[in-house]
Nanobody
Framework: QVQLVESGGGLVQAGGSLRLSCAAS???????MGWFRQAPGKEREFAAA????????YYADSVKGRFTISRDNAKNTVYLQMNSLKPEDTAVYYC?????????????????WGQGTQVTVSS
């Protein structure tokens, strides 16, 4: 069992930065971790993921080059550094944990989800 709690969301101007954190309980180091986001009226979409060993990372084309996912297994925490934010990045951001599977772009792979944190980017 893994519990996930996101933090770090807020209101920022376009071009600004935010760092999201996701604190996990349980055997965190055994899980691949992902960040998804859901904008109003839209489906949840993949943003980034990282393997259990941090050796592999995955990004949606829409965030590649602007967002960086990382993890600290000693602190049971995964991060999403978001730079050069755009109004279209406005969404609720969720972290998720996947014990098995390899297609981390697919939300069905994930076993546990956090409650989400709101990110709002003003123009």
């Amino acid at each position: 069992q893994v519990q996930l709690v996101e933090s770090g969301g807020g209101l920022v101007q376009a071009g600004g930065s935010l760092r999201l954190s996701c604190a996990a309980s349980g055997r965190f180091s055994r899980y691949a971790m992902g960040w998804f986001r859901q904008a109003p009226g839209k489906e949840r979409e993949f943003a980034a993921a990282i393997g259990w060993s941090s050796s592999t990372t995955y990004y949606a084309d829409s965030v590649k080059g602007r967002f960086t996912i990382s993890r600290d297994n000693a602190k049971n925490t995964v991060y999403l550094q978001m730079n050069s934010l755009k109004p279209e990045d406005t969404a609720v951001y969720y972290c998720a944990a996947a014990y098995q599977g390899s297609n981390y772009y697919n939300s069905n792979v994930y076993d546990y989800w956090g409650q989400g944190t709101q990110v709002t980017v003003s123009s």
